[in-house]
């Protein structure tokens, strides 16, 4: 089983990335998806989370209406839209996924996947 996340790259402020989290080996309708972030020096942060059939959407307030989580679970994935990139908003972005939504919780051990992240640059 594994959880990929990709999709990261160098972007411009006020620029757009989708990241993608692609799972293998299980179902990904069967599990709830949260995505996370990471900066530099800073502690780990939620960002969103989405249900197994993409509704209970949740946002961090620093990302409200500039992200947006989908997913499609035909293709056992799920999408982070980013729009209105800050450089605030430069971090490793993780995907996680768990059999029920665990509100904002930051740690590892609240799920059971968790896949490697990538990263995201935004210059100013």
């Known amino acids: 089983v594994q959880l990929q996340a990709s999709g990261g790259g160098l972007v411009q402020a006020g620029g757009s990335l989708r990241l993608s989290c692609a799972m293998s080996g299980l179902t990904l309708s069967n599990l709830a998806v949260a995505w996370l972030r990471q900066a530099p020096g800073k502690e780990r942060e939620f960002v969103g989370t989405?249900?197994?059939?993409?509704?209970?959407?949740d946002y961090a307030d620093s990302v409200r209406g500039r992200f947006t989580l989908s997913r499609d679970n035909a293709k056992n994935t799920c999408y982070l839209q980013m729009n209105s990139l800050k450089p605030e908003d430069t971090a490793v972005y993780y995907c996680a996924a768990s059999f029920r939504i665990n509100g904002r919780s930051t740690s590892r051990s609240d799920y059971g996947y968790w896949g490697q992240g990538t990263l995201v640059t935004v210059s100013s």
């Open positions: 989405i249900g197994r059939n993409g509704g209970s959407l």
